[in-house]
């Protein structure tokens, strides 16, 4: 039995598995179990009112748990790939509650990474998948970082490489007139805009529609981080993007400033940063301004929630 089949055989037992998907790695379990997503609470410490995303191999999955029927085709073509559609749930839906926190809608996600699809198909089952990561941490998009939170606990297969994309998916919630951007993402407002040719609105604190998980800390380092520095000061670890802070750092997010690259480095060189930090006594972390247009709007999102 390879790693994929030992995963979905897991799943189907109830327990927890940690598998790679093109954005961040996730932490899954049957999404009809209640009993088994649990232990995804427990795991990750996560409070029991931020509901989970459903993971599946396909539309015809996701037409037995939710009513697909009032998506726009435009954004089911975006499937496969990094973009989750909260939707209602279908009144029989067999996901479980543990898994909507109780809520009448579901964020459901069909992911591109091939070992993600093969383990959808494995276990026959939607799988609900949190980031794997203690609640408000980096999420993981290598295999040392997941590693290092679950410390070989939990079942792990492995990516040999880093996730692709490094962001979490832009979260869209479509059960509103106007399409509502829950949480940015490498689908971009400007991109939805042009693509559905509908106005798009984007989610704050204050919304009528949010992300429950919206509301809590997130994305943080144990270290402190300074956003938009321009120069390192003393005891502190720097990260450049371009040739902001190039000279005096260990790591670029990308020379060429180029933003889908430095997405998918981010959280990896944060944790590596992070470590680095603990291990030797720096007191934070210097980050260089990211431009605040297409992917650097989801990378910025998630600095300023790590720095709150
Ligand atoms: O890329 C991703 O989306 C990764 C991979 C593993 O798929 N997953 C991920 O899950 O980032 P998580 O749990 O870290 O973030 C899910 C977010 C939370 O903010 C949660 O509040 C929101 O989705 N969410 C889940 N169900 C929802 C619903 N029915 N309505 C509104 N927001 C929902
Ligand atoms: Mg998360």
Redesign the pocket.
């Known amino acids: 039995m390879n790693k994929i089949e030992q995963a979905a055989r897991l799943i189907n037992n109830g327990e927890v598995v940690i598998f790679p998907t093109e954005t ?1 790695y996730g932490l899954g379990a049957d999404a009809t179990s209640d009993s088994a997503c649990r232990k995804i609470y427990q795991i990750k410490n996560r409070p029991g009112h931020n509901p989970l995303i459903v993971h599946c191999d396909s539309i015809e999955s996701i037409a037995k748990i939710a009513n697909i029927s009032k998506i726009d085709p435009k954004l089911i073509d975006l499937w496969p790939g990094p973009l989750t559609l909260v939707v209602p749930l279908l009144p029989n839906s067999p996901i479980c509650q543990t898994v909507t926190a109780g809520l009448s809608t579901v964020a459901c996600r069909i992911p591109s990474n091939p070992i993600a699809q093969q383990l959808l198909q494995s276990c026959q089952k939607p799988i609900a998948a ?2 794997a ?1 203690i ?1 408000g941490r980096l ?1 993981s998009t290598c295999d040392a970082q997941v590693k290092d939170y679950f410390a070989n606990k939990i079942f792990l297969i492995e990516n040999d490489d880093h996730c692709s994309i490094g962001l ?1 998916s832009t979260i869209l919630d479509v059960t509103t007139t106007e399409p509502v951007i829950l949480r940015h993402g490498f689908y971009t407002r400007e991109f939805l805009h042009k693509h559905l040719q509908k106005d798009i609105a984007v989610a704050n604190k204050d919304s009528k529609v949010i992300a429950p ?1 919206m509301l809590l800390k ?1 994305y943080a380092p144990k270290t402190k981080i300074r956003l938009n520095a321009q120069q390192l000061r003393p005891m502190e670890l720097g990260l450049a993007f371009g040739q902001v802070l190039d000279e005096v750092s260990q790591f670029n997010l990308s020379k060429q400033s180029k933003l889908e690259e430095a997405a998918q480095n981010l959280y990896r060189y944060l944790f590596i940063l992070d470590q680095k930090a603990q291990e030797l006594g720096y007191n934070s972390i210097a980050i260089a301004p990211i431009p605040q247009h297409d992917l650097g709007i989801a990378i910025n999102d998630r600095l300023s929630k790590a720095s709150e």
């Open positions: 961040v949190p980031s990561n609640s999420s979490e998980g997130h």
